[in-house]
């Protein structure tokens, strides 16, 4: 969802996380608008698991891997002749390099991880599984990552409060409309017969004529 999807909802309102009501079609967007930004949160949600979910499936595959590897002569460093030392080194080196690129400078580019795993396929073949794995991961978290940070309520997706105050004015009009009393039809002239009626005689100065 963009800015530029939304009629009623202004940046403003966005900021500010409140939005007063006034129409139905404005109270709907409101709505949607809030359901959108709950579903965000989840996928921001869901984003940082796939994180640390493919931290916590290095961390376990990679010591099992590798005593798998060394227990089988699956290694590619045993069978080419190299110390097997070796072998215990690749994982630090890969380790280190995962730490900086993804941990300290947050680059989720699915390439660097390609590169940064593939270190460890030497150490044994199953690590080209691992490889495979990490750099789908990287690759959907990158493209998970710009659809989130294209979205318009990006990084909190905040909901909108809503009030329901209306303008002064509609309310004062609102109050005539329903105070006001039509008149009946009459001949056009300024005083009704209920008005008319209601006039003593007194009032209208009738006794003072008839004494004259």
Same mark, same amino acid.
């Given at each position: 969802?963009?800015?530029?999807?939304?009629?009623?909802?202004?940046?403003?309102?966005?900021?500010?996380?409140?939005?007063?009501?006034?129409?139905?079609?404005?109270?709907?967007?409101?709505?949607?608008?809030?359901?959108?930004?709950?579903?965000?949160?989840?996928?921001?949600?869901?984003?940082?698991?796939?994180?640390?979910?493919? &931290?916590?499936?290095? *961390? =376990?595959?990679?010591?099992?891997? /590798? !005593?798998? $590897?060394?227990?089988?002569?699956?290694?590619? +460093?045993?069978?080419?002749?190299?110390?097997?030392?070796?072998?215990?080194?690749?994982?630090?080196?890969?380790?280190?390099?995962?730490?900086?690129?993804? &941990?300290?400078?947050? *680059? =989720?580019?699915?390439?660097?991880? /390609? !590169?940064? $795993?593939?270190?460890?396929?030497?150490?044994? +073949?199953?690590?080209?599984?691992?490889?495979?794995?990490?750099?789908?991961?990287?690759?959907?978290?990158?493209?998970?990552?710009?659809?989130?940070?294209?979205?318009?309520?990006?990084?909190?997706?905040?909901?909108?409060?809503?009030?329901?105050?209306?303008?002064?004015?509609?309310?004062?009009?609102?109050?005539?409309?329903?105070?006001?009393?039509?008149?009946?039809?009459?001949?056009?002239?300024?005083?009704?017969?209920?008005?008319?009626?209601?006039?003593?005689?007194?009032?209208?100065?009738?006794?003072?004529?008839?004494?004259?």
């Amino acid at each position: 969802m963009k800015l530029s999807d939304l009629r009623y909802i202004t940046q403003e309102n966005i900021d500010e996380a409140h939005i007063n009501i006034t129409s139905p079609d404005m109270y709907t967007e409101a709505r949607e608008y809030n359901i959108h930004m709950l579903r965000m949160r989840r996928r921001k949600f869901m984003l940082l698991c796939d994180f640390w979910g493919m &931290f916590g499936m290095n *961390l =376990l595959l990679i010591p099992i891997i /590798l !005593l798998f $590897s060394l227990n089988y002569n699956t290694t590619l +460093l045993k069978l080419a002749g190299a110390p097997l030392a070796l072998s215990f080194v690749l994982p630090f080196v890969f380790w280190g390099l995962y730490g900086y690129f993804l &941990f300290y400078r947050k *680059l =989720l580019d699915w390439r660097v991880t /390609l !590169l940064i $795993s593939a270190l460890l396929i030497p150490a044994g +073949l199953l690590f080209a599984v691992t490889t495979a794995v990490n750099t789908f991961i990287t690759w959907y978290m990158r493209r998970t990552k710009t659809q989130i940070e294209e979205d318009v309520g990006y990084p909190e997706f905040v909901e909108l409060s809503t009030t329901f105050i209306r303008d002064e004015v509609e309310e004062q009009m609102e109050t005539y409309s329903k105070t006001y009393i039509k008149p009946s039809e009459d001949d056009g002239s300024f005083l009704f017969n209920n008005d008319i009626a209601g006039i003593t005689a007194e009032d209208s100065g009738m006794n003072d004529i008839n004494e004259l």
